[in-house]
Each structure stands twice: as C-alpha cells, then as structure tokens.
C-alpha cells in the first residue's frame, strides 16, 4: 500500500467518524469535544480533526464499544460502529494520527501566517523559503545516528578515511 492511499484512508476513517458522530442518536449521547469537518483544501480542518482525535480517542473508543454492545441500538448505528472501532483501534491508525499531528502542527504557523491579511507574495516566498530550510537543513545536517562497520573479510578493499586530504589550517602556512 502506498503512502498516498494510506493516508487516504486515514482521512476517510476520520471522515467517517465526524459523520458518524453528527447523527442525531449519537451526538445526543457523546460529551466529548466534537470532531471538526474535513475540507479538501484547507489543512487546518485535518489539524482540527487529528487534534481532537489525539486528545478524545480513549472517549471515543468508549462510546463506540457501548454503542457497539447495546441492543437496543439499531442495526446499522451497531454495525458502522464496529467498523469504526476495529479501524481507529488499529495501531497503524494511531501511529498515523500521531504522525499527522506532529506534521501538521509544524505547518500550522506558516499555514496560518500565509493566510494573514496582510501577508503579501514577497512575505509569503521568504515564509515558505524559511519553512523548508528549518525542516530540510536540520535533516541534512544530522550525523549518522550509526557508524558504518567495515567487515573484516574487506578491510583490504574499502577505504575508510580520506586519502592524502589535509584539514584546514593542518596544512603549509601562508605569510
């Protein structure tokens, strides 16, 4: 499954749980903080929606299973129900939800700074310019959390070092 589809899927199920929780005989019974709509294009509703998720997941859980066991629900509520429940209790759902929530709240300052009244072309090219040098630099930049191992049987083949380079300032001085 690629990525695309994955977090396709991840929005659909989100999707399907603010409609879910919209219904009349569910909303009457849940207290929790209410799920925001999904717009296409505004990434602040997947904020709204991954933030409310992160913080009511144990609620929402909750109120799935006792939808989920009651009898006297109808038949179609119980079943979407379960649905639901098997897909948000999926750990690679919640790896998602936590994944997306980092990713989006980095965007949410530039995000909401694009979108400022007085934010012109020049402002908006410099925020975008300085959001991908805070995100990329720092990844570039990082040492390999692990060193590379030459295996014994090659030592005689791989080169290890830099051959014949000399570090500044190591090398003749200049009068």
């Not at 990844?139 to 051959?163: E, F, I, W």
Request: with cysteine; aromatic share 6%; net charge positive.
């Amino acid at each position: 499954m690629s990525s695309d589809n994955t977090l396709e899927n991840f929005f659909s199920v989100c999707n399907s749980l603010y409609k879910f929780f919209r219904k009349p005989t569910v909303a009457a019974v849940y207290t929790g903080e209410k799920l925001k709509r999904l717009l296409d294009q505004r990434w602040t509703g997947h904020l709204a929606t991954v933030t409310v998720i992160m913080k009511s997941l144990e609620h929402i859980v909750h109120l799935l299973r006792e939808i989920e066991d009651n009898q006297t629900s109808a038949a179609e509520l119980r079943i979407e129900s379960t649905g639901i429940l098997k897909a948000i209790t999926q750990p690679s759902f919640q790896f998602i939800a936590c994944m997306m929530y980092q990713i989006l709240s980095l965007l949410d300052p530039p995000n909401t700074a694009l979108q400022a009244k007085s934010t012109d072309l020049y402002t908006g090219v410099r925020l975008v310019q300085s959001a991908l040098t805070e995100t990329i630099e720092p990844l570039a930049a990082a040492p390999p959390k692990k060193r590379g191992r030459v295996m014994s049987h090659l030592r005689d083949y791989v080169v290890d070092t830099t051959v014949g380079h000399r570090p500044e300032g190591l090398g003749e001085k200049t009068v």
